[in-house]
């Protein structure tokens, strides 16, 4: 028997595991829980089939995110054929300091060189399809705003599973193409993203189809917890005193919770509370905007920012972000699309990240949490960078003037420094940049 069920979060109903992410009696999310104390006792004794389950052992495995696998809902015998995860975990101290904090206490998860697709939905992918294959689906699904698309088309491809990937048809070029090319099938939908979700639940209803994120949705979330296992590995086995998280469906912030909580509950870091700050851009702001009114419930938002990864008006998670944020202390912030792409801008040329609208969410967000003294120099801190610049250039269309080229001789050379010397800010810059995020906005 698995170590491992589905429970509805809400009235406690136990549902065994199948492809399903609604309780039929309260109509409430299921989520994945795990008979903590048989894991304990079998941790212990290292009778897992895995060998013990210690921070030792644990730090003897390859370096992807199937080190943890005792914590995720992964079929008996499985076999991973990719190695997804365990990004660096990196200082950014010239961040830090035009950030105003602490050069040694500020860091940044890297998730924009998560493989195999550059973003962190690898990792909610990679466990999505371990459960899709068990439960003997040939074809997967999605509903996304992008990198979803990205990351299940690529593991079908890997797996040799049919993909159909639904999308609001005005994404990003990069990722429609970063689709196309694993032969995935992109039906691309006239509505925004809740409009697409909406459809696909009822495609589920009709066709026996494995969607990441609806009728595997449970599965799917458990792995985003291993950004989580990985932040306290990497810290050393501890946990940081703030999280900083881009908020979509808001699932990622409540897992890295969960992470941290299980981490706690099976003894491989000491217990601390965690501050969990949510990021969103102000044109789809729908849990910061709850946040900050004092809200405990949603109001759906129509979508409307260059942050296409984060645009969900409605979140399936919204609720339980809050309740993440809230009963931790921390707060939810949202920035214009001109602080986007000024802050992934500032975080490329700090610490020579190249992060993708959604980052430069997280990144903005940050800077104000500092400036709001929420988030204080000296604590340690973790910014959750989540997908990669090169799928979301678009949205620096404009920043940059394309110069004359100049002919391959020095003198010609020797002259370009001169001048390019002589203006200290080039002013077409920065009227370039201004024009484009009013274009965006
Ligand atoms: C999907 C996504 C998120 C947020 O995920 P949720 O779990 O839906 O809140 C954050 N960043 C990027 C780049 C994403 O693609
Ligand atoms: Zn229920």
Sequence with gaps: MAHYELRCRECGRTWGNQPRSI??????????????????????????????FSREAISQRPPNMWRYSELL????????????????????????????????????KNDAVCLPTLSFKD???AVALAQARAFGFDTVSCSSTGNLANAVAAHAAREGLK???????????????????????????????????RLCSQIADEHRWGFVNVNLR???????????????????????????????GGSLITK???????????????????????????????????????SAEIEPQKPATIARSLAIGNPADGHYAIKTIKSSGGWSEDV???????????????EGIFTETAGGVTVGTAAKLYRQDRI???????????????????????????????????????????????????????AAREEAASVGA
Aim: include cysteine; hydrophobic fraction near 40%; glycine fraction near 8%.
């Design 23 to 52: 309780c039929d009696d309260c109509f409430s999310p299921l989520e994945v829980t795990y008979d903590y104390d048989a894991l304990r006792a079998a941790l212990l004794r290292g009778s897992n089939g895995h060998g013990a």
């Design 73 to 108: 809902p992964l079929p008996q015998g499985f076999e991973p054929r990719l190695p997804v995860g365990f990004t660096p975990l990196l200082q950014a101290p010239h961040l830090a300091e035009r950030l105003g904090a602490q050069a040694r206490n500020l860091y940044i």
């Design 123 to 125: 990792r909610v992918v």
């Design 163 to 197: 993909a159909w990937i639904f999308i609001p048809a005005d994404l990003e070029p990069a990722k429609i193409l970063g689709t196309n090319v694993y032969g995935a099938k992109v039906v691309r939908i006239a509505g925004n993203y809740d409009q697409v979700n």
């Design 218 to 248: 449970p599965y799917y979330a458990e792995g985003s917890k291993t950004v989580g296992f990985e932040i306290a590995e990497q810290l050393g086995w501890r946990l940081p005193d703030n999280l900083v998280c881009p908020m979509a």
């Design 256 to 294: 890295i919770k969960k992470a941290f909580d299980e981490l706690v509950k099976l003894g491989l870091v000491e217990a601390k509370e965690v501050k969990f700050f949510g990021a969103q851009a102000t044109g789809c702001s729908p849990i910061s905007t709850a946040i900050k009114t004092g």
């Design 336 to 350: 214009s699309d001109p602080e986007v792409i000024d802050s992934i801008r500032l975080l490329a040329e700090t």
């Design 376 to 430: 204080l120099p000296e604590e340690t801190t973790v910014l959750c960078v989540t997908g990669n610049g090169l799928k979301t250039t678009d949205a620096l269309a404009g920043v940059y003037r394309t110069e004359q080229p100049i002919a391959p001789k020095l003198v010609e050379f020797e002259n370009y420094l001169r001048r390019t010397l002589d203006v200290a800010e080039v002013p077409g810059v920065i």
